[in-house]
C-alpha cells in the first residue's frame, strides 16, 4: 500500500513541487544522488569499484527535450574513465515519441562510448515502454554488441526475455515501477530473480546482478560458481548511497562491483521510488524533515 503510494506521488506535479521547493530534503537527496559527479566517480573508483553514471531525467515530450539529454550524456562521457559505464532511460531521449528518435539518439551515445572504452546500459522504465527498449536494444545491438539491457524480474516474461538475451550484457533487478499482471509479492519476484539468475549465469552473456538483497547476492555467487564463471564472468551493481559497506565488503573479496550513481538536477522521480523501496527509508526522509 506504502509503495504504492509513494510510487503515485512519484508521478504527481503537486508532490514534486512541494519536495523539490522544500530545503529540508538536501540532507535526504544527498545520500542517494551524485552532487558532484566528478567528484564521487573518482572517490568511488578510486577504491576499486566501478560506476554507471545515470544522467537524471525521464520522459521528455518533445524532441529538444531528448536532444538535450543526449547533449548531457555526450559531455558526461568526457568525464569518465575507461571501463565506466552510463545508465540511459530511453523516455529521456524521446521513446514515447518515437522508437526511430531513441534508437538515433542511444546509437550516438554508444558510438561515442565507445571511443571512450566506455559501454553503455539502456534501463527497464514502466511496463509501456518495455517492448520498445527491447526493440531498440536488439537494433542497438548489430552495432554496439556490448550494449546492455535491464530486465525486471517481477514482469512474468522475465525469464523468456532472459532466454532470449543469449550474449547480451544483462542487468538483472526486481523492479522499482507497478505493472499490470506483475508478481507483487516479494517471494514471488524473489523466485523470478532466481529462475533468471540461473539462465543468465549458464548462458553466454555477462550477468549484472542488480540488488541489495543478501540472500540474492548469497545465491548468484553460488551460482556463478556451479557455472565456472570467476570474478571477470559477474559483476554485482548497487544503488549510490545504498548499502555501501556491503559494495566495498565485495569489492574487498575481488568481486566486481559497479555502483550505479545517478546525478542532475531531475532527482524526484528517482528519490521517490528508493523511499517507496524501504518504509525504512521513508522514516530516515520523514526524520530528516522532522528534526530541523
Ligand atoms: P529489496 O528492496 O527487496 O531489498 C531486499 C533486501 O535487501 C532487504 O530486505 C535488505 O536486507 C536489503 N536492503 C535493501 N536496501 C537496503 C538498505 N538501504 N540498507 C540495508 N539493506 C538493504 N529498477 C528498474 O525498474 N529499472 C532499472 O533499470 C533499474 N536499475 C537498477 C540498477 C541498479 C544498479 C540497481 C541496484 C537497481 C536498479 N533498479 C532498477 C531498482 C530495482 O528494481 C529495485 O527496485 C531496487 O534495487 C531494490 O530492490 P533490491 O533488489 O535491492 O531488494
Known sequence: ML???MLALSKSRRAERLVTTSPLTADVVDRYVADDVARVVGALTGEGLLVSVDHLGEEVTDEAAAGQAVAHYLALLDLLPAGADVSVKLTALGLRLSQRLALEHAGAICAAAAQRDLTVTLDAEEHDTIAGLHAVHAA???????????????????LDRCEKLGGARVRLCKGAYTAPGAYTRPADIDRSYVRCLKVLMSGTGYPMVATHDPRLIRIAATLAELAGRDATGFEYQMLYGVRPDEQRRLAGLGARVRVYVPY??????YLMRRLAERPRNLTFFLRSLLSR
Request: aromatic share 10%; net charge negative.
Open 140 to 158: 542497438l545491438r548489430r552495432e554496439h554488441p556490448d550494449v546492455g539491457v535491464v530486465v525486471q524480474s517481477y514482469l512474468p516474461d522475465s
Open 3 to 5: 509503495r504504492q503510494a
Open 264 to 269: 542532475g538536477s531531475d532527482w524526484y522521480p
